[in-house]
């Protein structure tokens, strides 16, 4: 089964187009079954200001005590996941929300409690919840939260949930939307890119922000074994006449032609 895991962020939410659901359309008339994970930053900030908790970082990662925890899985289950949902469905589409923990969909460890809080990282991921969806004829919008092995409800970036998620699926290719159209060096597309390149692109601080854990997540991905990973565009076709578009990332010799 030719799966793609597309990692969807929650600042590019409100501007994904007609595009992007075209491309959604295109991947299945081509055989393909997507499954979307999603963010949703901006709006778990928004919310985190109206209870005045400060929205704080370490490392790209959310710092995460029990009261953001629970505002957190508010926001992703309750508000950005029916929001793509709803979308995806107003398009055509057969989508169903599957929170990352229940089912135990999403299991992880703490990374660091006590300099993150309920922040974790991917140990295990249960496939065969996923594929159900996907053999019934579902398109699954996944929450990146995951449980531990005390039952904890853990905050796990979307990008690393997404690598995690493709590799167990086996997936054939992992994308991550952003609201460019690729990776940019000095305003310029990047068609492909190596992961030394990579590693020279963050040092000189070329990439940065949120571009980081996203070109990581890739790499991981890409020696986790899947095949071929991609930086596209919300805002714009990614795929189309069985062609992806966008910034290809790896080793040059697993490079997409």
Known sequence: MNIVVIKCGGSVLDELTEGFFTSIGELQESGVYPVIVHGGGPAINTVLE??????????????????????????????????????????????????????????????????????????????????????????????????????KK?????????????????????????????ILIDG???????????????????IYGGMVPKVKSALGAMSAGVEKVMIISGKNQFFKNNSWQGTAIGVKERMLK
Do not use: W
């Open 188 to 206: 310029k597309l990047i068609r492909e890119v190596t992961d030394k390149e990579i590693d020279r692109y963050i040092s000189d601080g070329s």
């Open 154 to 182: 853990l905050n796990v970036n979307g990008d690393y949930a997404a690598a995690a998620i493709a590799e167990a699926l086996h997936a054939a290719h992992c994308a991550f939307v952003t609201n460019v159209d690729g």
């Open 50 to 151: 109206v209870y005045n908790i400060p929205a704080k970082f370490e490392n790209g990662l959310r710092v995460t005590c029990e009261k953001t925890m629970e505002i957190v899985e508010m926001v992703l289950s309750g508000q950005t996941n029916r929001q793509l949902c709803e979308m995806l469905n107003k398009h055509g589409f057969n989508a169903i929300g599957l929170n990352g923990s229940d089912g135990a969909c999403l299991q992880a460890d703490y990374i660091n409690k006590s300099l993150l809080g309920h922040v974790g990282e991917i140990t295990a991921v249960n496939p065969e919840l996923i594929m159900m969806a996907i053999r019934n004829n579902f398109l699954p919008v996944i929450t990146p939260i995951a449980v531990s092995k005390d039952g």
